[in-house]
């Protein structure tokens, strides 16, 4: 009996989505189209509650800074608290860890020769809290908790040099082995976030690009090789500064079947919507089918 990883998640962040539903804003006309496209997700993580998330996101200088810039960072504690980004933490759980399988991923992951960073403090900003938002709902005041533990992993797509898209999907292949190799029958989920297009900063805040975003869709769906292909000069001037962050996005992708020996995954959602604040976001969702 061994871990498998029975589906990835794929969602852009933008901090005035988590603001939106913190301050009871969801319904508004601005909102309303960016929250029914992940209405099928939130049933979707009901019907196939996993026993642990591995979430692969990026910390935008709130538990790091430029003291120090880890390129992978797996978060090994039992809790890791909401971070206050400037207006005071969210009111979301405090994510609960899982520090064996985490662990045990970091020991196989770093034999695999991948050298990452071992976290056991870390607060955890939007780049983690708004997916995990998206994805569950608000949590009820009674039981006021994720839905199972939850693996921060940080890729650094902040401060160049940043990592290339396939070193991230050779990483995931890595993961896939880790978590595949933990000898507990579990179902994990191993998500990729941020992106899509947007710019935050300089002549060109502002700017989106949806045929490149939807092109990018296409790859990461169909043919990841091709998405991982892409070198970063290609994010920066298509998808703007920010847009690097989808290279995170082929970590979650190079831990699935297909791109492993096994069979193509089922697309269970993709989503497309502008805007969000500066950002495009999508969303997928694909299931493993063994
Ligand atoms: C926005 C998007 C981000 O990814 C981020 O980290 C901060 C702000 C935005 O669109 O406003
Ligand atoms: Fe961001």
Redesign the pocket.
């Known amino acids: 009996m061994m871990a498998k990883i029975t589906a990835s998640v794929f969602t852009?962040?933008?901090?005035?989505i988590g603001a939106a539903m913190d301050l009871g804003k969801t319904h508004e006309e601005y909102w309303k189209p960016l929250f029914k496209g992940y209405e099928y997700g939130k049933r979707w993580m009901k019907d196939n509650k996993p026993d642990v998330i591995f979430l692969v996101y990026?910390d935008?200088a709130t538990a790091f800074s430029l003291d120090f810039i880890p390129t992978f960072a797996i978060g090994t504690a039992p809790e890791f608290q909401p971070a206050d980004e400037g207006w005071g933490p969210r009111p979301v759980p405090v994510v609960k860890g899982h520090p064996d399988l985490a662990s045990h991923i970091a020991q196989s992951v770093i034999q695999q020769d991948f050298d990452l960073t071992i976290v056991n403090k870390m607060d955890v900003?939007?780049?983690l809290s708004v997916p995990l938002s998206l994805m569950c709902g608000q949590p009820p005041a009674d039981n006021f908790e994720w839905p199972c533990p939850v693996i921060p992993f940080a890729v650094n797509v902040v401060q160049y040099p940043v990592p290339s898209g396939q070193r991230c999907y050779n990483l995931g292949k890595a993961i896939r082995k880790a978590i595949e190799s933990y000898d507990q029958d579990i179902n994990v989920h191993i998500w990729g976030t941020?992106?899509m297009s947007?710019q935050?900063q300089g002549a060109r805040a502002g700017l989106i690009n949806k045929e490149f975003d939807n092109a990018f869709l296409d790859k990461l769906i169909n043919d990841p090789q091709a998405a991982a292909d892409i070198p970063h000069i290609d994010y920066v001037r298509e998808a703007g500064s920010?847009g690097i962050?989808l290279v995170m996005w082929l970590i979650a992708r190079g831990a699935m079947n297909d791109v492993n020996g096994g069979k193509a995954p089922l697309l269970k959602q993709r989503f497309y919507h502008v805007p969000?604040?500066?950002?495009a976001v999508g969303h997928v969702i694909l299931e493993n089918q063994f």
């Open positions: 852009s962040h933008v901090p005035a990026n935008h900003d939007h780049g941020g992106g947007h935050l920010e962050e969000a604040s500066n950002t």
